[in-house]
């Protein structure tokens, strides 16, 4: 998920960064060559040089993990570049239609899609179905980057939005966990009984001016109830948004814990450059969030009186947003053997059972021993829930979620601090309907 | 009442009034800057918490030491910019005083056209034509080189740097030139042993101008750097900052931005006396 407080300075960057890929990719008519996979010794007995790319949000655990395989091995050198996530998928597409790619790319796995369509990556199939823990892969990150039952990237990390709850303050307004975040209505009741508590305690808290943190934990609510936003395949695609129940319940939702002070204010204009730091000061009872946002720099024992639950829809279910980092080979690698090597030591479970240390949850469902759930109980609920776990399949993202100015966050801030939930929807649904339009044109 | 009075308490009003507002213009500019340094020894939390006595006042050395040791090394990325924004100022610098010489005194036909071309370039953002421009740079090898973005920046800051530079030499005498010439100097001779203090302080614009435009610079040097080795300090600053859902370190900003502060501070206070009368010279006469 690449998401941003959103500047017009940004705006126009990321404006400009897709008029770069629509321009770019398809005057590259003609495709990179792919590297051949099948060759003896692929992935095994590879030397020289591996670059690869990451974005700047998870490039600390990708550091480690560099540092790590340099040291496990001398014949592969790898080298690694953090980008900025704003700015990945123009520099990426900057690179294609240079021919000049990385070797691997560590990409957010919500815009592998984009490059998918236009032929970028290499068709992985085969070496994925080589892996004996193939099965236990996210399946919501694969799906991500699979066309015509081709996969053309495997995942490696996943940052996914969940429930975090303060069992303090549970106990304090005598509530339980479970019973609590069974559907919207028990949690909406929970929010006012811990709101009840008094002083500066809140029952919910959200970032009201981030559409890409809104998109990451609002959604899964609509997720749980079976349907989305967006239907039809890919290609082809139209908004679902007016006239759909669940979306107008989720916003019906947000809209009371808005008007019955459940929230702090400053939720109001929070682009989510400060997401967190009411939770982690302890005044928060529920957070839809991921576990690094509450994790990093926190008290450990507030950490420890927290737990997870998947977000549930507006009459039960459970659903979270399958986020994270997806592994591709752009076409015209020149060292995919290395890469692909590099890729199979970052699957390993040793460097999977680490990730939860720099804020992210394995995409291993294997990795779930019993020390391990031990050690990261925060972590544990989306791993054992992978087939919970969701992300739209679109090359629409962006322009939908991810803009300051799309459809999803004038349509979220209408409904909740004007109140006007059906006329955000009808609204939202033309927006939706005409980036997808263009999109696909 | 007498004259000398009156004097007196006239001079002491302007003094009050200079004491009042030069301090208040003081406080003006130097509070942001105070503020940022006290931020930048702040925990993070702490910073976007609401004011809190009791931890107000926990001061740390961590940002500091974060930015050092973390997998973006801060110091290298300030080596990195040091390098670029000081080889652009200087190339800017020399070849805005040869064109700018040029375009002041040699007359010739195609002179004022030449001098609106290079004018209206400052027109063209150069974002416009960044996907062009990274693919000419690396037909030619130039990404991925801190001497490729050397160049970069030397193109995009010249057409000012020329303006300046052929306002400043048009705002000398013609008569200094030919009594040189007379001497037997050559052009050479002329601009640097004659004209050389004249021009000074349009040279000194020129250069900070280019050191302070390519010491922030942050599209080109990411669009044109892929080794994370080279990255210079607006871009490490971006990466080390910022989390996946635009939540910011804002201790780790304010650090990072008060390292990036010093070289122009520095540069600013060393240059200052020629930059007011650089931007001025010749804006009456050019």
Known sequence: MSTSPQTSRRGFLRLAGLGALAAGLPACSSVLPAPDTSATGFGTSATGVVRVWCRAATQTGLTDLVDRFNASQDRLVVELTPIPDVQYVTKLATAIRARTVPDLVDIDDINSLLFVFRDAFTDLTDLIAELDFADRLSPGHLGLATVDGRRYAVPYLADNSALFCNTRLFEQAGLDVDAATTNLDTLLDAARRITALGGDVRGWTFP???????????????????????????????????????????????????????????????????????????????????????????????????????????????????????????????????????????LDLPQQSALPDGGYTPVRSDVATPEFAARYPQVLPPLQAQNEGYAPQTLSYNEIYNQPDGPWLTMFRRAVFDGEIEAAMAEAQQGYDRILGQAQA | MTRSATGRR??????????????????????????ALFRSVQPGDVIVAAPDPATFFDLTGANFAALVS????????????????????????????????GFARFRFRSGPLLF????????????????????????M??????????????????????????????SVPGELEDSAHIDGANTFRIVTSVLRPLIVPG?????????????????????????????????????????????IDYGLLAAGSVI???????????????????????AVKG
Not at chain 2, 213 to 236: M, N, S
Request: aromatic fraction near 10%.
């Open chain 1, 208 to 346: 009201g001016n981030s559409q890409g943190a809104l998109g990451f934990v609002v959604q899964p609510h609509v997720w749980a109830a079976d349907t989305d936003l967006l239907r039809g395949e890919v290609g082809a695609q139209t908004g679902n948004v007016a006239g759909n129940e669940a979306v107008a319940r989720v916003l019906e939702f947000y809209r009371a814990l808005w008007v019955d002070g459940l929230v702090p204010p400053e939720n109001f204009a929070d682009d989510a450059s400060r997401w967190g730091a009411d939770f982690r000061a302890g005044r928060i009872g529920m957070m839809p969030t991921n576990y690094s946002t509450v994790t990093t720099d926190a008290d450990p024992a507030l950490v420890a009186a927290t737990t997870v639950r998947l977000l549930p829809g507006p009459g039960g279910g459970r659903a979270f947003f399958d986020g994270g980092d997806n592994m591709c080979i752009p076409r015209g690698a020149e060292n995919a053997s290395g890469a692909w090597e590099f890729v199979r030591f970052a």
């Open chain 2, 10 to 35: 006239e001079t002491r009003t302007k003094q009050i009034l200079y004491i009042v507002g030069g301090t208040g213009a003081f406080l003006v500019f130097a509070l942001p800057l105070a503020w």
């Open chain 2, 70 to 101: 973390g997998p973006g090394n801060l110091i290298r990325a300030v080596g990195n910019s040091l390098v670029v924004a000081l080889s652009t100022a200087a190339l800017t610098t020399v070849l805005a005083t040869a064109a700018g010489y």
């Open chain 2, 116 to 139: 609106s071309l290079v004018v209206a370039s400052m027109m063209v953002p150069f974002q416009a034509i960044l996907t062009p421009l990274y693919l000419q740079m690396n037909l």
């Open chain 2, 141 to 170: 090898r130039l990404t991925d080189s801190l001497f490729g973005l050397v160049l970069f920046s030397t193109t995009v800051n010249l057409p000012f740097g020329i303006l300046v530079m052929r306002n400043a030499f048009s």
């Open chain 2, 203 to 247: 040279a000194a614009t020129v250069a900070l101008y280019a050191f302070l435009a390519t010491w922030t610079e942050f599209l080109g040097a990411l669009t044109f750097l892929t080794d994370r080795d080279l990255y210079t300090i607006p871009v490490a600053l971006v990466n080390l900052q910022q989390g996946s859902y635009g939540q």
């Open chain 2, 260 to 282: 990036a502060m010093i070289p122009c501070v520095v540069l600013y206070i060393a240059l200052q006396r020629f930059y007011v009368a650089g931007l001025a010279s010749g």
